[in-house]
């Protein structure tokens, strides 16, 4: 506001505005006679905005590392075995029933014999009950000697001095005794985990927060900012649409099954439930796999039951089709503003998992004993790993050079391999390699009713529901893959002259 020298009257020079996406953030708008300045004419104008962030409250977990296993274990078997005796499993209301009356059992234990732990920003992996009581008696310490800081003899300074020596040191050896003995326990899957973390340039990656997100529109480019924006935005890049399918007729012939499939049974039950790693995030349940892993035993009379109906009568447990998806940055991208900079995590839940692992194991079996897929075929395969590919290709290489020829290698990055799937596409090239009836069946009833809720920034939104793709974060998905993409590597490209040979790419991209 400026004050005219000879009038006196007050005018506007310059245009004070508020972008219209922010109209509902301002408070207040007016000027502050009191706080014009010393030898000026204009007035300032002050304005009050809301910008509070809307607070994410800090979910508590249950911290099974502080557990009592006998504990636990003894309250598990008293639970169960006030339940009826299990009994075989005939129709949907049974399967319903069982299942939400065994989750039920589980979830009160886990409610009642688990310690609740609420994460804070200071919350470290390696820290102990003992580097707490040393962090407090240094600091006791040290307020008693500010309070003599004007005699520098005092005694107490040199208590202080080294009590903060003891606790550094301490702090040391086991910030060191933690990473030596998880790198000691560490198998094969994470020692590229271990080499990420070696490699990769200091970070504080559990602070990312998702920015606004950019997309195209067709021809526009549209920005997102609210969290159902962001939503709609993730869901859409992540979870396409399913395409409508060409090609396939509702009476194909197939060629005869390679068997009748197997019989799901107590002991690859208790295999399966044993080889889960301890302590994954668990599913919308909340039942880790710890509880299972621990308690196979007790367990395995109620789930054999449950999956021998799923398998044989093609019946599914609603609930345990619903996942998380947890919404994770993409380490080293340059901009955060675009979808491709993430990636997503399913979270499923740990007993619908274990069956899935069970019907890939048989799947894999008949696979291997059958020969139902291409012998260059290399992804997920038991036994073959990118060095048999490696190695493979160089052959080739070395041959066709010998022969005078000149090799050319197609390589094919596939984006989005498992939410673009199509399931008809699946369902049809598992029926023409042979794959028995009663899992191409269980295969195809997988996609329908799947429901996930994405989770960033500490937001779980609204659920979606999905119908089209692979389900993702279980080892069924691999070998599903394996025969949605065998076609690919079945294909052998010769071009003219005749010098030059081009030969499909001996593994799949996953």
Known sequence: ??????????????????????????????????????????LPIVMVLDLEIEPVADTPFTNFRQVDGEEFRSALEMWIANLLPPERITNQHQLDST?????????????????????????????????????????????????????????????????????????????????????????????????RLISSLASNGGKARIPALKYRAGEAEKTVTTNSEKEAALAKGFFPQKPQMQNIQEEEEYPKMCSKGGKVTKDQICKQLKKLKLNKAPGPDGIPNIVLTKNADILVDRLYPIYIVMLDKNLHYSPWKTFTTVVLCKPGKPHYDVLKAYWLIALLNTMWKVLTTIVADQITFLTEKHHLLPKNHFGGCPGRTTTNAIHLLTLRIKATWHAGKVAAVLFLDIKGVFPNAVPERLIYNLRKRRIPRKYTKFVDNMPWGRVTTLKFDGYSLAPIHIDNGISQGDLLSMIMYQYYNANLLNVTFWFCPPFIFIFPLTFSVI
């Open 99 to 195: 299942c939400k009356e065994l989750t039920t059992v589980i979830q009160s234990i886990i409610y009642k014999q688990v310690p609740v732990t609420k994460i804070t920003p200071k919350s470290k992996h390696w820290w102990t009950k003992e580097l707490t009581t040393l962090q407090k008696q240094a600091n006791k310490l040290g307020r008693k000697s500010y309070k003599q800081r004007s005699d520098p003899t005092y005694v107490i300074h040199a208590k202080h001095k080294e009590a903060v020596k003891k606790y550094i040191r301490m702090l040391k050896t086991t910030k060191q005794q933690h990473w030596h003995s998880w790198l000691e326990r560490v198998k094969d899957p994470d020692i590229w985990a271990v080499h």
């Open 1 to 42: 506001m400026h004050q005219h020298n000879t009038t006196k009257s007050w005018s506007r020079l310059d245009q004070v505005f508020i972008s219209e996406h922010s109209n509902h953030m301002l408070i207040s708008c007016n000027t502050q006679m009191d706080l014009q300045g010393v030898l000026t004419d204009h």
